[in-house]
């Protein structure tokens, strides 16, 4: 068990809708990303979070948005959902240590989205 | 940006054999590179980790070796079980153009390993 907590396993939802995924990340760790896993794509980074604040993004679409609050739990919104957005999201949390921006991430169990 | 190519797409291998998975990186200002395990319905979960300051990294049967002038790193399990069945991503750290890196990792695109009983 790495720690990191998402919710809800699986969701199923209809297209041009809206769905929110919710990361707690492990205990005293600062940095939350949210990574999104296909078959044809892998996984690719979307945001990153630290410390409330965002610090990095990458090939996140404008429909999606993400917070990271001030109990360091995280949230990835998705809306007007398209069949393609149908994938794995992971949340992955690391303690980011002073001086270093290189700790290990650690992965959540993800959130399986369909797009019917 | 980073880009992370990993081969190979599968590999499969008998019980108490070897495994080698092989991935290079482009960017040369990249300086760190874990190597995750992912099993099915499951995250990817880290199994070692090698900072470019370092050759070589070994954890019991798992070794990783760094080759920074040729920009390639490589996985070595030795002594394979069918419980080391898994999908493995190698990932590199990516810098933002002033070159910090913020964790922010580029992930290969996996190896499905199979080990045979």
């Known amino acids: 068990d790495s720690g990191v907590t998402q919710t809800p396993k699986h969701l199923i939802t209809a297209t041009g809708q809206r769905v929110t995924l919710r990361c707690s990340p492990r205990?005293?760790?600062?940095?939350v990303y949210w990574y999104q896993q296909s078959l044809d794509q892998g996984l690719q980074f979307l945001i990153q979070y630290y410390n409330g604040e965002e610090r990095a993004k990458g090939n996140i679409l404008e429909r999606f948005s993400a917070q990271q609050f001030p109990d360091l739990h995280s949230e990835l919104n998705l809306s007007s959902l398209e069949l393609g957005d149908s994938a794995l999201y992971f949340c992955?949390?690391?303690?980011?240590?002073?001086?270093?921006?290189?700790?290990?991430?650690?992965f959540g169990n993800g959130t399986r989205l369909t797009v019917t | 940006g980073e880009n992370v190519e990993q081969h190979p797409s599968t590999l499969s291998v008998q019980e108490g054999d070897s495994a080698v998975i092989k991935c290079t990186y482009s960017?040369?200002?990249?300086?760190?590179f874990p190597w995750y395990k992912q099993e099915l319905g499951k995250g990817p979960q880290l199994i070692i980790d090698?900072?470019?300051?370092?050759g070589e990294k070994k954890d019991q049967r798992i070794a990783v070796t760094l080759n920074k002038t040729a920009k390639h790193f490589s996985l070595h399990i030795t002594e394979t079980q069918p419980e080391d069945s898994a999908v493995y991503f190698c990932?590199?750290?990516?810098?933002?153009?002033?070159?910090?890196?913020?964790?922010?990792?580029?992930f290969g695109q996996g190896t499905i390993l199979t080990v045979h009983p």
């Open positions: 992955a949390s690391s303690v980011e240590a002073r001086g270093d921006t290189n700790s290990p991430l650690h």
């Open positions: 090698i900072r470019s300051n370092v």
């Open positions: 990932a590199a750290s990516s810098t933002n153009a002033g070159g910090t890196s913020y964790g922010k990792l580029t």
């Open positions: 960017d040369s200002a990249s300086n760190y």
């Open positions: 205990s005293g760790d600062l940095s």
